[in-house]
């Protein structure tokens, strides 16, 4: 093998790359790390790698490509086929990364959610010294989670941990699902998984099947002191019907780490949500050492099986989109 | 027996006071509810057991007093021998009843430290949508837990679940730690203890003995990207010292529930100390259902030992302070 493998990725240590250029010298990878667009442009013909962040729309000129290995989870600006310069390039996601990051931000935003923290942020910031009365809990709630892959999963199995008397995992095929979970559903009964919960967790991904998932109809399903959390994609989530049911008390709480459009507008009424959470879409980026770890990890992994010509893990199935 | 049982606890529930009653019943033992100051003052003369919140200087009135049964953990307030009517009185606590809450304001509370979530808050505040960087994580971190009782332990268990690498137990007394913990320090190894911590929780009762714990020296070994959270009282810490930590970024924040002095007043520095998140005394109070079960339970455990002259739990040593 002679190609080149051509990385953009800032969070990289020197001891990633080490690692990396190690497996690459020994199966003759040539490594180009791109500085900036004009050497992007200048050298991405050349690879038959690309690993990291690669802007879709430098794709077509990626004539050599083979593999692109994707460092996100959510791939769905990947997809089109017309983006790439031939056809049967292998796309790769980093699914697997995000599970411990992303679902610590679930723990934390569901116990502010329930604590009802957004109210004390408020009480605290006029100096006032005051209990607001009854607060709820994870221990002993009865929790929906739509979509049991990683991220799903981790979070499952931090809230059993912390008390949740019962889980319900939502998932799109029929499989047994790990222990952490109570009680499993299809996709098409959701409806049913809804009822009664105390918290909805959705960690789905981006595609035409899981676009506006969450209906307003659904969401006329969820108790008065029921909270929901999107750490997906926002298309899966009717974000006006959302706004109504929390403006109107119909619905508790949310945390939305994901919007429609993103990045969200100045002047949108999502930002005036009552008894809303809103982050900016960082529950899972490379902001925590042990994700770049893991990503690298699995990048590392994918590698080895590439040049050893070994079934490689994480590939997308661009119809699918995941 | 044919005493009077006084009762002035807000929170119970009509299936808290149907258990409560039955077992009384069995026993020729009277209950009273009391509805307002004056009533209480009119008969608590005649109570031989008090449960609940009893204000303390009502306690002198309280001639026929064998038994003082305190819904809170806390009892600094009861320590005094002036302050009872009779040499010899029974002071019990609720400790135990507040593992759960108290834990979970420390999970949530930490998360929002390591994640940066005051810093959001102003970010979103300002509609603005833009990632700030690094965060950190739960996941292989090491905490220290200063005070190993029920509250200690329930969060050390949480802490491990979400994958803490190393959690040192830090107590008072020499004895072998709930396997949560990995390490096991006497307060005199205190500072040992702090040395490397990533998080410090302070979840120690008010008694001479953790008066100042927290020393200005001491918050001087902890590192720059160091958070403490203090869920005990406010006297175990220097607040001043701490004060000037934050504000100068020798730790990277801290949660404070309590305080000194308690409410604290509205021009008070603390409320606009850096990287600091303040909540008023709410951890563990009467607010959550699982709290006030736990806690009538304890009670009806004890009722049940009293009646049957067996030996009670949750004796305080008013000499000792818990």
């Known amino acids: 093998m002679t190609g080149t493998l051509g990385i953009k990725a800032e969070f990289l240590t020197s001891k990633h790359k080490r690692d990396i250029e190690r497996i690459a010298l020994a199966n003759h990878l040539k490594i180009h790390y791109f500085t900036d667009e004009a050497d992007l442009d200048a050298l991405i013909g050349q690879c038959e790698i690309l690993y990291g962040y690669i802007p879709p729309e430098k794709l077509r000129a990626a004539e050599s490509l083979r593999w692109l290995a994707c460092a996100s989870s959510g791939v769905e600006q990947y997809l089109g086929e017309y983006l790439y310069a031939n056809p049967g390039v292998i796309l790769t996601n980093s699914a697997g990364a995000y599970g411990i990051t992303i679902s610590e931000h679930i723990v934390m935003t569901l116990l502010m959610l329930l604590r009802r923290m957004p109210e004390y942020n408020a009480v605290t910031a006029a100096h006032q010294w005051e209990s607001l009365g009854r607060i709820r809990s994870i221990y002993g709630s009865v929790i929906t989670v739509i979509g049991t892959g990683d991220i799903g999963t981790a979070f499952a199995q931090r809230a059993k941990a912390l008390g949740a008397a019962h889980i319900r995992g939502v998932h799109r095929s029929n499989r047994v699902l790990p222990r952490c979970f109570d009680e499993s559903y299809a996709v098409?009964?959701?409806?049913?998984?809804?009822?009664g919960a105390d918290a909805v967790i959705m960690c789905v991904p981006g595609t035409k099947e899981t676009e506006n998932l969450m209906t307003r109809e659904r969401l006329g399903l969820l108790k008065k002191t029921s909270v929901l959390i999107n750490v997906g994609r926002g298309s899966s989530l009717d974000q006006d019907a959302l706004m109504d049911a929390l403006n109107s008390g119909k619905i508790a709480g949310a945390a939305l780490d994901v919007t429609t459009p993103e990045p969200l507008p100045a002047d949108h009424p999502l930002w005036n949500t009552k008894n809303l959470i809103l982050t900016p879409h960082v529950?899972?980026?490379?902001?925590?050492?042990i994700t770049c770890d893991l990503d690298v990890n699995l990048f590392f992994d994918n590698l080895t099986r590439y040049c050893r010509k070994q079934p490689m893990k994480h590939i997308v199935e661009r119809s699918v989109g995941y």
Chains 1, 2 share one sequence.
């Open 188 to 195: 098409e009964d959701l409806d049913f998984a809804l009822a």
């Open 283 to 289: 529950s899972g980026n490379m902001t925590l050492d």
